[in-house]
């Protein structure tokens, strides 16, 4: 299993920025993907973006493309996003995912190990 432990959420103003850092630990996964999704009250938690094992190839959702970034530290098992130019609908809970294995999906349901989730609230 993967332990998952995400911080760095809190309270921004609209147009500042955050970065998120999930710390991952595991003693039998070796490869997963890490990647990131959010959820509103009363909408479904979508996807974010997500690192492969390298860290060297990334994707992002069409709705942060160009204000989010991912970098990914496999020395520390961590991965950070920083987000810019944060907009009141980026306000959600905002949960780090790991997918062991050589997969990295953009469904939730293909990743199998989860945090316990960081309240992200932009304020206008």
């Known amino acids: 299993q993967v332990q998952l432990v995400e911080s760095g959420g809190g309270l921004v103003q609209a147009g500042g920025s955050l970065r998120l850092s999930c710390e991952a630990s595991?003693?039998?996964?070796?490869?997963?993907?890490l990647g990131w999704f959010r959820q509103a009250p009363g909408k479904e938690r979508e996807f974010v973006a997500v690192?492969?094992?390298?860290?060297?190839?990334?994707y992002y959702a069409d709705s942060v493309k160009g204000r989010f970034t991912l970098s990914r530290e496999n020395a520390k098992n961590t991965v950070y996003l920083q987000m810019n130019s944060l907009r009141s609908e980026d306000t959600a809970v905002y949960y780090c995912?790991?997918?062991?294995?050589?997969?990295?999906?953009?469904?939730?349901?293909?990743?199998?190990?989860w945090g316990q989730g960081t309240q992200v609230t932009v304020s206008s």
């Open positions: 690192a492969s094992w390298s860290g060297g190839s990334t």
């Open positions: 595991s003693r039998t996964f070796s490869r997963y993907a």
């Open positions: 995912a790991a997918q062991p294995g050589a997969g990295w999906g953009v469904r939730p349901s293909e990743y199998a190990y």
